[in-house]
């Protein structure tokens, strides 16, 4: 009914760039919040970034000022630019939505993760 897919990820040196996007498809009337979390190594899932429909942005203190969220409303995607990474940044990043579906009822809905790996 609902899929969320994420990619971007890949291999990255300390102080590189990566752009992570994410797609929601499906039968969707309509999408509130759009978010990315992450799963470092040995760590609990953690938020990352969110956005709201309307463009009001949260940020987890250790990315502010280098990770960037962004959404389109019109091809329901997310995007998060990830700038000046480190190597703490290397985790498994999930994509997530909180979707009215078109049939009626809230729907929280994640990708399957795509993998960030900071390392020299």
């Known amino acids: 009914q609902v899929q969320v897919v994420e990619s971007g990820g890949g291999l990255v040196q300390p102080g590189g760039s990566l752009r992570l996007s994410c797609t929601a498809s499906g039968s969707i009337f309509n999408i509130y919040t759009m978010g990315w979390h992450r799963q470092c190594p040995g760590k609990q899932r953690e938020l990352v970034a969110a956005?709201?429909?309307?463009?009001?942005?949260t940020y987890a203190d250790s990315i502010k000022g280098r990770f960037t969220i962004s959404r389109d409303n019109a091809k329901k995607t997310v995007s998060l630019q990830m700038n000046s990474l480190e190597p703490e940044d290397t985790a498994v990043y999930y994509c997530?939505?909180?979707?009215?579906?078109?049939?009626?009822?809230?729907?929280?809905?994640w990708g399957q993760g795509t993998q960030v790996t900071v390392s020299s």
């Open positions: 956005i709201t429909k309307d463009g009001t942005t």
């Open positions: 997530n939505a909180a979707i009215i579906l078109s049939g009626g009822g809230l729907r929280d809905s």
